[in-house]
T-cell receptor, first 108, second 114 residues
Framework: KNEVEQSPQNLTAQEGEFITINCSYS?????LHWLQQHPGGGIVSLFM???GKKKHGRLIATINIQEKHSSLHITASHPRDSAVYIC??????????FGKGTKLSVKP | NAGVTQTPKFQVLKTGQSMTLQCAQD?????MSWYRQDPGMGLRLIHY???????DQGEVPNGYNVSRSTTEDFPLRLLSAAPSQTSVYFC???FGQGIYNEQFFGPGTRLTVL
């Protein structure tokens, strides 16, 4: 079974800071997902990637398949970025295995 | 589009009671899944379906039952509720696998079993 580890578990940043959240996994995957869980509980998909890098606004996701590692970066962080960020790996049958999440708090 | 809807939002049960959590999507997605989220743990897959009439077990299926008679609906049944089933339940759907596997989540159902 794939083990998905996220770090850090908790992260507090000042508004404007550059943020990095890391995700490591133990076995080969077909894709990696980054999701955001709002304080109210709703979960939305941010990225799906199987190689390289993707960018959406101030969010950047990268993956290194050889090292079994992915990072989520937030540039110019804002208090509205405060949420739990979840990494999930996708196996060959499409099922996801989730990390425990990184709780981000951005202070004004 | 309403996306993925779940009912109820909150539910309190007594041990031994049964109930059904409803999930529906209007995006014509083939893949639907049920997850539970517990404090300090990642989302865990309970059951999933790759199309109408096809279901399979996930990581934590015991005590739960599912069926998929239509593309739109994927109800989760608790057969005899236990306190260990106190959790937040999320239903999710996607169009397919690989590049079609963007997950769309419902708003969740918070279940307490006394």
């Amino acid at each position: 079974k794939n083990e998905v580890e996220q770090s850090p578990q908790n992260l507090t940043a000042q508004e404007g800071e550059f943020i990095t959240i890391n995700c490591s996994y133990s076995v080969g995957i077909s894709a990696l997902h980054w999701l955001q869980q709002h304080p109210g509980g709703g979960i939305v998909s941010l990225f799906m990637l199987s190689s390289g890098k993707k960018k959406h606004g101030r969010l950047i996701a990268t993956i290194n398949i050889q090292e079994k590692h992915s990072s989520l970066h937030i540039t110019a962080s804002h208090p509205r970025d405060s949420a739990v960020y979840i990494c999930a790996t996708e196996g060959s049958q499409g099922n996801l295995i989730f990390g425990k999440g990184t709780k981000l708090s951005v202070k004004p | 589009n309403a996306g993925v809807t779940q009912t109820p939002k909150f539910q309190v049960l007594k041990t031994g009671q049964s109930m059904t959590l409803q999930c529906a999507q209007d995006m014509n997605h083939e893949y639907m899944s049920w997850y539970r989220q517990d404090p300090g743990m990642g989302l865990r897959l309970i059951h999933y379906s790759v199309g109408a009439g096809i279901t399979d077990q996930g990581e934590v299926p015991n005590g739960y039952n599912v069926s998929r008679s239509t593309t739109e609906d994927f109800p989760l049944r608790l057969l005899s509720a236990a306190p260990s089933q106190t959790s937040v339940y999320f239903c999710a759907s996607s169009f397919g696998q690989g590049i079609y596997n963007e997950q769309f989540f419902g708003p969740g159902t918070r279940l307490t079993v006394l």
